[in-house]
């Protein structure tokens, strides 16, 4: 524990306790500690990460899942019915697709540029739906087209600028590709948007993340998209999700 709190781990004793439970013996603790100490975040030394009450693989390299996505989770299954044509984008571990896989059975399809992310994200969404490879809406079948009925999107909306002001942990060990949202933040908000209206139901809903500041800016891209725009946002975590609906149910 002490190496742990010299390294400046905030939560070294809950840290050092996930680290024994994990820990085959005294050889693979003290590797998986100086990993930690090393800078690599805690979810990637264990291998998961807690997202939702659900255990979600986390591979080196790939997009750790944030505590203020569940409110991401918490919106799309509150709109989701048993059956839903569900669609994760930019699905990095595949935690968000499988949270709301986990609440009700949904016809769930994912994808992610990212080949380790969409690795990962075939171990967490299993038997639960498919996940493809690919920039955006490119991988999916094509049969899905204006059969959606929930597109939920966790894009990248750091802008390029603040890249540098991340957390170590995050700006040295994660994708550059799962953090760089391009010169405003919004430029990948910006494609899914666009393209949304073809590929959602009349009344089918696009739900992106975001932050509080660019969040009037995200609900305009929506309007110009065509989409009924909502911001929600959530205090304890610290979350905040922009809500697109297609007009015409």
């Known amino acids: 524990m002490s190496s742990l709190r010299a390294a400046g781990c905030v939560f070294a004793e809950e840290e050092a306790r996930l680290l024994l439970l994990a820990a085959a013996g005294p050889a693979e603790l003290s590797g998986m500690v100086q990993r930690r100490v090393d800078g690599l975040p805690l979810e990637q030394v ?76 075939r171990r967490n969404i299993a038997d639960a739906g498919e996940v493809f490879e690919g920039d955006l809406y490119r991988p999916l079948p094509t049969g899905l087209c204006g059969r959606v009925e929930v ?33 405003d933040g919004l430029d990948i908000q910006r494609r899914v948007a666009d393209e949304a209206p073809g590929w959602l139901v009349p009344g089918g809903h696009l739900l992106i993340e975001t932050s509080r500041r660019q969040a009037p800016r995200t609900a305009e891209l929506f309007e110009r998209a065509g989409l009924l725009s909502q911001v929600v946002s959530c205090d304890e975590l610290d979350g905040t999700v922009v809500v697109g609906t297609k007009p015409g149910a």
């Open 151 to 183: 597109l939920v999107v966790n894009a990248p909306y750091v802008p390029t600028g603040e890249v540098d002001l991340m957390p170590p942990e995050a700006r040295l060990h994660e994708p550059q590709v799962a953090l760089d949202g391009g010169a």
């Open 46 to 121: 264990l291998g998961w990460a807690e997202f939702c009450g659900l255990r979600i693989a986390v591979d080196p390299g790939v997009f750790v899942p944030r505590r203020r996505t569940e409110f991401l989770v918490e919106q799309a299954a509150s709109l989701a019915e048993p059956g839903s044509v569900v669609v994760d984008l930019c699905c990095g571990s595949g935690a968000v697709g499988a949270a709301v896989a986990a609440r009700l059975p949904v016809e769930l399809y994912a994808a992610d540029v990212d080949p380790a992310a969409v690795r990962c994200a």
